[in-house]
């Protein structure tokens, strides 16, 4: 059964931090581009963060930059999202999805599968 499933989520304060985890089955792993995504509440889905398919490459969205880290291991099918320094504007529900081109892996439309997501809350 093709599944991923998101865990990390959570409450945190401004400036403090989560890990988020995401384990993928039913694919072959290191053949795919893994992307995290976030859809904060009357908004759309944005493209966060994305890793090609053994690691070496990554992309961030502006407004995560320098705060937020991806990273994967392959042998534990799982990818991650480290965020630092969080904002009340990075809440939202956060989304991995796995991807077939690290070229497209931020995009919507390059999603071939998504997970059900975990919400992060940021209080100020």
């Known amino acids: 059964q093709q599944q991923l499933v998101e865990s990390g989520g959570g409450l945190v304060q401004s400036g403090g931090s989560l890990r988020l985890s995401c384990t993928v089955s039913?694919?072959?792993?290191?053949?795919?581009?893994m992307g995290w995504f976030r859809q904060a509440p009357g908004k759309e889905r944005e493209g966060v963060s994305c890793?090609?398919?053994?690691?070496?490459?990554?992309d961030y969205a502006d407004s995560v930059k320098g705060r937020f880290t991806i990273s994967r291991d392959n042998a534990k099918n799982t990818a991650y999202l480290q965020m630092n320094s969080l904002k009340p504007e990075d809440t939202g529900v956060y989304y991995c999805?796995?991807?077939?081109?690290?070229?497209?892996?931020?995009?919507?439309?390059?999603?071939?599968?998504w997970g059900k997501g975990t919400p992060v809350t940021v209080s100020s």
């Open positions: 999805a796995i991807s077939g081109a690290f070229s497209r892996c931020m995009s919507t439309g390059g999603v071939n599968r």
């Open positions: 039913g694919f072959s792993f290191n053949n795919y581009a």
């Open positions: 890793i090609s398919s053994l690691g070496g490459r990554t």
